[in-house]
C-alpha cells in the first residue's frame, strides 16, 4: 500500500489525475473503474483540463462505473450517470458504447448479473474510489461480505445524509433508500486502486484502512489484501494516523 498526504485537496487531485494519466498513456485502451461524490470532482476538471491542453484521448478507453442509485434515471440531475457526463465524458472523447453505469432501474438482479459479466469479461485496469464517513468503498456499507459482487443495497442513514450534504439541495428525503453497486470482489478483481479521500469525518475509516483491522465493519479495509493500492488524502483525513 501506498500512501500520499498531499497539502491540498488541489495537490492530491493534481496527483491523481497524473496517475488515470499514466495509466491511459501507457495502455490507451485501458479499463478505468470509476467513482463519483464529492471527492474526485477537482480530480476530473483536471482531466478535463488535461485533454483540452494536451489531447490525451479516451477514444480506445472503457470506463466501468462503481455504483448508481437505485430508482433514479441516468438522465436525473442527481444520478451517477449524469454526474459522470456532467464531469467528464461530455468534455471528453470516449465513446458512448465505451460508457458504462449499473442501470438503478428495470430488473435489478437481471442488471446485476450483466454487469457481474461484463466486469468477469472485461476486467478493471484501474480503480478510482473514494470512501464514505462510515468505511463503505462503492455503496458497499458496514457488514457487506468480501465476496459479494454488484448487487442491490439499503443504504445506511447516515450514508444518506452525508449524500444530501452536497448533493439533492440538501434534503434527505430526496436520497434514494437503496443503490447499485460493484461488491468488494468485483473492486478487489481490479488491477490497481486509487483510493482518494479529503476531510477530516474521512479521518477514521483511513486510519482503519491504513492501520487498523481488516474487517466487514469497515469495508475499505479489505485493500489490505489488494496488491497494488494507492492512497492519496489531505492532512485532514491522515490526522488520525499514529504510524508515521
Ligand atoms: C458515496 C459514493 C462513493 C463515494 C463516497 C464518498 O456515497 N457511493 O463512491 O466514494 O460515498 O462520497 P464523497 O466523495 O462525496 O465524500
Redesign the pocket.
Known amino acids: 500500500m501506498k500512501l500520499i498526504i498531499a497539502d491540498s485537496y488541489e495537490a492530491a487531485s493534481l496527483e491523481a489525475s497524473k496517475i488515470l494519466l499514466e495509466q491511459i498513456k501507457e495502455n490507451p485502451s485501458s479499463h478505468l473503474g470509476l467513482?463519483?461524490?464529492?471527492?474526485?470532482?477537482k480530480l476530473y476538471e483536471y482531466m478535463v483540463a488535461d485533454f483540452k491542453e494536451n489531447g490525451t484521448s479516451y477514444k480506445d478507453i472503457k470506463s466501468f462505473n462503481?455504483?448508481e442509485y437505485f430508482g433514479l434515471e441516468g438522465t436525473h440531475p442527481q444520478s451517477?450517470r449524469y454526474f459522470m457526463m456532467e464531469n467528464l465524458f461530455n468534455h471528453v472523447d470516449i465513446l458512448p458504447e465505451n460508457i458504462h453505469v449499473p442501470a438503478g432501474q428495470g430488473d435489478i438482479q437481471e442488471n446485476c448479473d450483466a454487469y457481474n459479466a461484463m466486469l468477469a469479461t472485461e476486467g478493471v485496469d484501474l480503480q478510482l474510489?473514494?470512501?464514505?464517513?462510515n468505511g463503505?468503498?462503492?455503496?458497499n456499507e458496514p457488514g457487506t461480505p468480501f465476496t459479494q459482487v454488484t448487487h442491490c443495497i439499503e443504504?445506511e442513514e447516515g450514508?444518506r445524509q452525508?449524500?444530501a450534504?452536497?448533493?439533492f439541495d440538501g434534503n434527505i428525503d430526496e436520497v434514494p433508500t437503496h443503490?447499485v453497486?460493484m461488491g468488494i470482489k468485483n473492486i478487489m478483481d481490479s488491477k490497481k486502486v486509487l483510493l482518494?479521500?479529503?476531510?477530516e469525518?474521512?479521518a477514521e475509516p483511513i486510519r482503519v484502512l491504513v492501520e487498523g483491522e481488516v474487517s466487514v465493519d469497515v469495508p475499505a479495509s479489505v485493500l489490505q489484501n489488494h496488491p497494488d493500492v494507492t492512497i492519496i488524502i489531505d492532512k485532514a483525513a491522515a490526522s488520525k494516523l499514529t504510524k508515521k
Open positions: 467513482a463519483t461524490g464529492s471527492t474526485p470532482l462503481l455504483d451517477y474510489l473514494g470512501i464514505g464517513s463503505h468503498i462503492g455503496f443504504l450514508t452525508d449524500n450534504r452536497l448533493f443503490a453497486t482518494m479521500a479529503f476531510g469525518n474521512k
